[in-house]
């Protein structure tokens, strides 16, 4: 199981149940995956194949972001360093924040939960995640936690942005960047995979070492 086949489910949900607190249930949703990916892992039946090894396999852990779109409200909950970006009137506006050890407020949660962080190739909570909230990693807890941060934004009908690499037909006038979601005029299938490959390319070219996924979404409303 991963959480990209189950963590949908559950925010649905959750949100059935009760969609008046937006934080509230995406803080739920996040929790309940995270006891099923500690269960799964510690019935040994989560496949591990990390370098850890551990007999209970409570390695494997992951980083979630998701977004929830209404008519009106761009609602993303994240938990980790994956990102979410909206572009608007041609620039990028951060919808998360990562979850690094050495983030200010990070920092005095791990240390006040009794933690450290650690400078090991970048700051890493005891010397080994280089996030300081994850799904999973039962290993690390208290210190890795699951909660998300939510973040809800005003979706704006007559805003977009151009990607000089999509731009060269009219059907590709609009493009995102990161795990984006793009508003705007339409925008073709086709240009959303060309815009992904293409930030794809660009993260592996700046040196990213870690694996690499791009979601571009077109927020075209057509009100």
């Known amino acids: 199981m991963r959480c990209r086949e189950r963590l949908h489910e559950l925010v649905r949900e959750e949100l059935e149940a009760d969609d008046a607190d937006w934080e509230k249930s995406m803080s739920r949703s996040f929790t309940r995956m995270d006891l099923e990916a500690v269960a799964l892992n510690a019935n040994g039946r989560a496949n591990c194949r990390c370098e850890l090894q551990r007999p209970e396999c409570d390695a494997v ?28 009137n041609g620039k990028a506006i951060p919808l998360s924040s990562d979850h690094k050890p050495d983030r200010p407020d990070e920092l005095d949660r791990i240390q006040a939960a009794g933690g450290r962080v650690i400078f090991w190739d970048g700051p890493r909570v005891l010397g080994v995640l280089a996030m300081s909230r994850a799904i999973g990693d039962n290993y690390l807890k208290p210190y890795v936690i699951s909660k998300p941060e939510v973040t ?8 977009r942005k151009v990607n000089s690499q999509l731009a060269s037909s009219p059907e590709n006038e609009v493009a995102g960047a990161g795990n984006v979601v793009v508003e705007g005029r339409h925008v073709s299938n086709k240009a959303c995979d060309e815009a992904s490959i293409l930030l794809t390319r660009l993260a592996l070219a700046r040196q990213s070492s870690d694996n690499v996924s791009v979601v571009v979404v077109d927020l075209r409303r057509d009100t």
Do not use: F, Q, Y
Request: hydrophobic share 35%; with cysteine; proline share 3%.
């Open 61 to 88: 852990g992951s980083t979630a972001v998701v977004s929830i779109l209404t008519p009106e409200k761009i609602v993303v909950s994240n938990c980790g360093d994956s990102r979410a970006v909206l572009c608007r």
């Open 152 to 159: 809800v934004t005003d979706r704006v009908k007559e805003t």
